[in-house]
């Protein structure tokens, strides 16, 4: 990392800390089979299709369980549209909505906010701020993302997992270790 990405991400880091100070929501641990919302954050860019697939069936398995499902799919290339846009509860972000700093727009924060998942799980483990950010100022009960170093505040549950991990596995992941919350 050259030195100018490092004092950026060292900046917004400092930025994101203050603002997650001022806004302050109630979480707690809500185990998968007692949530009725659950938020999915997914790049886009790091998946193949043979993975959105396996994503789609996933969510349909969840909504088939009674489960509503709001899917917040990031997509860090430039005039990108959204894949999932037929969806009614979903949350596009690309380059046009996030800031210089890698944060998404206010819009789609009180977007994704008004959903009031019982849980929010980020797939996203890019080095870009945007999903962190997103769960850092999220009202999700419980939030479910990938170790990092850093961001333990920002988590009720974090998994660590090998950077390989195919989407079917880091699915069965969370949902092996949401399933273990409040038994």
Known sequence: MNWIAEQKKKYSLRVFGKKVKKVRFPHDFVDITHAKRIGLIININMFTSKDLIVMTDYMTRLEDSGKQILLIELNFKRGTEAMFSDTSNTVFVNPMHISWLGFPSREALLKINKYESDILIN????????????????????????????????????????????????????EDYLNMLKK
């Open 123 to 174: 797939l996203d483990n890019s080095n870009m701020m945007t999903s962190r950010y997103i769960c850092g100022l999220s009202n999700a009960k419980t939030r479910a993302g990938f170790y990092e170093e850093g961001y333990e505040d920002f988590y009720e549950l974090m998994i660590e997992a090998p950077a390989d991990l195919k989407l079917k596995s880091m699915l069965a992941a969370f």
